[in-house]
Each structure stands twice: as structure tokens, then as C-alpha cells.
């Protein structure tokens, strides 16, 4: 069936190196992506997203990497800082559907 | 102040109670969400609002009902609760507009346990 999944559920990466983290989609026909950051007690808060005309986009310190052929999506954090420790889930959306697909998340902690 | 806000943030019921939890926004957004998060199962759909009149299921919308009482307002109810439905349930909206439903606004959560 149709799923979002991740790699890794757990991240431990060192401050001020650069993390990533994957999804594997299963859905080919999905053409919307989008990272979410969820903090602990707070909820899920945007950070970026992609269309599937594009295979990357950049923000400020985040950078979404999309692959079709292989259905997997990235998401790059540069020079990770303490902030970032949260769980990062991605979410896909097809066509006009009103319905996200999220992952399970991935869990980032940010050693010091 | 947030612009989603959810109440209660917490609740302890029992078995076979009636519980409503409560979503107010000032985000000025058409489209109303409520999602259920469980540990290891990400965010689940339950029931989503694109205006006043308009009301349709997620995915997992058995066991809940819904209000659309105003723009800013939609709440969840659980009829008669089940332990099954302890979970952390999160209200979120969105913009208008054609095609995707894009970037969601989440409120912080209302975290409830069935005993």
C-alpha cells in the first residue's frame, strides 16, 4: 500500500556538523513534499517543501533534495546547532487531494 | 499568543465518557484540520473542514464526530471514549486554494488518556 517511511528513527549528529535526513515515499503519483519540525510539547511546525518539478530546493540551513526515480527525499540541515534537536517528519500530498501522508519521524539530537 | 489554540492541553477521562476538545484559530484560514499522533505512526487524518458548511472524514474519522461552529472554531468530539483513543490530537489549518493542501498551521496539542 500507499506509505511515507524513513530510514534512520533516531539521528545523533555533533553541533556544527550537517545532518540529513531521508524518507522513502511509495506513491509515484504524489507531487507535493513537505518537512516538518515537531519540538518536544509543541506541535509539528513547516520548515519547507518541494514540488515534484523539482528535485531541489534551499532555505535558510535547509535544503530538500528530491529523487522520483528512487522515490526518496532529503532533508539537509548545514552546521546543525542544539535548536534542532526535534523530530523531523515528512509528508507527501498528490494532486489536488486534501489529505498529507505523514511519515512516522525521525528523532534528531544534537550532541554538544 | 498562538494562533491555533487548543483546549483542554490535557485531559484524563474515563471509559465511556464524552469528551470535546476545542480549536480556535485567528489565522483568518478557511480549511480546518484535526490529526490524531500516536508513537511510531506519525500524524492521522480525522476529520478536515474546507469551510462552515463543509465537513468530510479523514482517515480514521470512526469513533469521532466534529462542529464547524464558526471560521475560527472546530472541535472533535469523542462520543463515548475508548481507551484506543489516548493519544496526543493536534487541530491545524490552511489557507485556500487550489490543489495541494500546502503548509499547515498546527496548534500545540491536546494530549488525552482513557483509563
Known amino acids: 500500500g500507499e506509505s511515507v517511511g524513513l530510514h534512520l528513527p533516531t539521528l545523533s549528529v555533533q553541533e556544527g556538523d550537517n545532518s540529513i535526513i531521508n524518507c522513502a515515499y511509495s506513491?509515484?503519483?504524489?507531487?507535493?513534499f513537505i518537512w516538518y519540525k515537531q519540538e518536544s510539547g509543541k506541535g509539528p511546525q513547516f520548515i519547507i517543501d518541494i514540488r515534484s518539478n523539482m528535485d531541489k530546493r534551499q532555505g535558510q540551513r535547509v535544503t530538500v533534495l528530491l529523487n522520483k526515480t528512487v522515490k526518496h527525499l532529503s532533508l539537509q540541515i548545514a552546521a546543525t546547532q542544539p535548536g534542532d534537536s526535534a523530530v523531523y517528519f515528512c509528508a507527501e500530498n498528490k494532486g489536488s487531494s486534501y489529505k498529507l501522508i505523514f511519515g512516522s519521524g525521525t528523532r534528531l539530537l544534537v550532541r554538544p | 499568543d498562538a494562533d491555533v489554540t487548543q483546549t483542554p492541553r490535557n485531559r484524563i477521562t474515563k471509559t465511556g465518557k464524552r469528551i470535546m476538545l476545542e480549536c480556535s484559530q485567528t489565522?483568518?484560514?478557511?480549511?480546518m484540520y484535526w490529526y490524531r499522533q500516536d508513537p511510531g505512526l506519525g500524524l492521522r487524518l480525522i476529520y478536515y473542514s474546507f469551510d462552515v458548511k463543509d465537513i468530510n472524514k479523514g482517515e480514521i474519522s470512526d469513533g469521532y464526530s466534529v462542529s464547524r461552529q464558526a471560521q475560527a472554531k472546530f472541535s472533535l468530539s469523542l462520543e463515548s471514549a475508548i481507551p484506543n483513543q489516548t493519544a496526543l490530537y493536534f487541530c491545524a489549518t490552511s489557507e485556500s486554494r487550489t490543489g495541494n493542501t500546502g503548509e499547515l498551521f498546527f496548534g500545540e496539542g491536546s494530549r488525552l488518556t482513557v483509563l
Open positions: 506513491n509515484s503519483a504524489s507531487d507535493y
Open positions: 489565522k483568518g484560514h478557511d480549511r
